[in-house]
């Protein structure tokens, strides 16, 4: 697990998709850039959303809110009181924990740690193996499941101020179960706010404090009334929004899934109250068959429903990925009530009330958020992707199998050799092909090699030209994972390559 996510890092920095930022001073920490390769396969990602749920529903409609906001907007969000991470430091190894992630490390080792129990008795009894049964009897391994459902049924409780010594409680008691940090020396927990803030002004006394908006969803409900009336929107109806945000992660770690910096694709929809759940469920559903279109295995996915709610939540469930580290939250799905607009409109004074011409009466409309991080969309993406084949002859190949409406590179132009002409006629397929398509050109190194480097940058097709190109005006189109070759005609190829990667 550790090696394969490992190798993921190494390929994106590689392949020019993922750099750590200000890398000539030694990075900083859980900041990344994305490079030539990176900045394709994100935007393609950002499309892909974009297109489902914005140009595909005619009752969505999006908008590009500033980062900055008004900072009571963050009084009323209840990000100010209520956006802590409990935090926990070990005094032995001055390491410090977010205690909600160190929890779920120990349930993980725990976890494992059952499941080799189980392999090894399954082995050792063949096929009258009864998982069940084995459990109840065995009570060293029982022992351990029932420590993990105590702490599930305890977490369920919430890290609020109100139990943190039950927090520290726990993970002291989880150290001696089950070692992970090596010391059992904790301070007690910390609640620790997330928001960045800067200011905004020129001299001291009359700057304004403000923050760095942590998610984009403010301001779709700042926007909620504007929108509505220019719009013309009728309930339901639902806006959507691509952008920076900014949490203070404190143990921020796996690379691009926790960052300081970061990118969400979120969606608002609103609806009449008391048809919420309904709403929830088709949101729950549609999202889900939106990750299933890419093609990256049914059995990758899974819900998780919370019993632990946000501040602002009556109901939540994330999808749930399975990365290279286990299986973690991919997107969000929550079922806000009216709870961020009717907060707007006390700390605001303004009305944001919809009427309602079929009842005719107003109301504050209940809200029901998609949530996606957008570089945890793609380090799914990635991830998912590289793999290592063994091939006929003995050797291996690493082929980065992006879905291909994805790929940031559609399709790479070779000629076979560089003279005789064929450079020309491969340049020239190009200039045609890029106007409808991201497509290269390489004419380095043997053909064989060529192949290798764009299986590894994921380009979904090489066109090959050689010397018959000359007199039939074909070329030879190699497919990335089958690594098939058929001859095709060049005037062709536009639509062999179209059907492949569009949507
Ligand atoms: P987590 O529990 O992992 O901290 P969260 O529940 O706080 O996530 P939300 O506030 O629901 O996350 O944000 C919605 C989505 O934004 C998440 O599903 C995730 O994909 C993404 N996201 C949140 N925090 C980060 C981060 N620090 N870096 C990258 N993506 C993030």
């Not at 990602?45 to 005619?58: E, P, S």
Request: charged content about 30%.
């Amino acid at each position: 697990q550790d090696d394969q996510f490992k190798k993921v890092i190494s390929h994106a920095k590689e392949y020019g998709y993922v750099f750590q930022s200000s890398e000539i001073y030694d990075g900083l920490s859980a900041v990344y850039d994305y490079a030539q390769n990176g900045v394709e396969l994100k935007k393609n990602i950002r499309d892909y959303w974009w297109k489902a749920m914005v140009q595909m529903h005619d009752n969505i409609v999006g908008l590009d809110a500033a980062i900055f906001m008004h900072p009571t907007t963050w009084k009323a969000s209840g990000h100010v009181d209520a956006f802590n991470d409990p935090l926990i430091d070990n005094k032995d190894s001055k390491k410090r924990y977010r205690a909600d992630v160190l929890i779920e490390d120990y349930c993980a080792k725990i976890e494992t740690k059952i499941e080799k129990e189980v392999n090894k008795a399954a082995k050792r009894f063949g096929e009258a193996f009864n998982k069940e049964e084995f459990l109840s009897t065995n009570g060293r391994v029982l022992g351990y499941q029932e420590k993990i459902d105590g702490i599930l049924a305890r977490m369920g409780k919430s890290l609020g101020e109100e139990n943190l010594a039950d927090v520290k409680a726990l993970i002291e008691e989880l150290e001696i179960a089950c070692p992970l940090s090596g010391s059992r020396n904790w301070t007690d927990v910390k609640q620790f706010n997330l928001m960045f803030g800067t200011k905004l002004g020129a001299s001291a006394d009359s700057a304004m404090d403000l923050y760095l908006r942590p998610e984009t969803a403010q301001g779709i409900f700042v926007n909620f009334l504007n929108v509505q009336k220019t719009g013309r929107m009728k309930i339901p109806f639902g806006i959507a929004q691509t952008g920076k945000a900014f949490r203070n992660e404190i143990v921020a770690r796996q690379f691009i899934f926790r960052m300081r910096e970061f990118e969400q694709m979120e969606m608002q929809f609103f609806v009449k109250p008391g048809t919420q759940k309904e709403w929830y469920e088709k949101w729950k559903e549609t999202r889900l068959k939106w990750h299933l279109s890419l093609g990256m295995g049914e059995d990758n996915y899974r819900f998780h429903d919370h019993d632990k709610l946000a501040h602002y939540a009556e109901a939540a469930a994330d999808i749930e990925f399975k990365f290279p580290f286990g299986f973690k939250e991919l997107e969000g799905i929550h079922s806000r009530t009216d709870f961020d607009l009717s907060q707007h409109e006390k700390h605001s004074g303004k009305k944001l009330q919809y009427f309602d011409h079929e009842e005719n009466k107003s109301y504050v409309p209940y809200v029901v958020e998609t949530s996606i991080g957008l570089d945890r969309m793609f380090l799914a993406v990635f991830s998912n992707s590289l793999v290592e084949e063994e091939l006929e002859n003995n050797t291996t190949r690493t082929v980065l199998k992006l879905p291909a409406v994805l790929a940031p590179v559609k399709a790479a132009i070779l000629p076979l050799v560089k003279k005789d002409g064929l450079p020309e006629v491969a340049r020239k397929i190009v200039e045609d092909l890029k106007w409808d398509f991201n497509v290269t050109y390489d004419e380095k190194d043997a053909v064989g090699r060529r192949y290798r480097r764009q299986d590894a940058n994921g380009t979904p097709f090489c066109i090959t030209v050689d010397h018959d190109t000359l007199e039939d005006h074909m070329v030879t189109i190699r497919h990335r994972d089958t690594m098939e070759q058929n001859r095709v005609k060049i005037e062709d190829l536009r639509n062999i390559i179209k059907q492949e990667v569009d949507v």
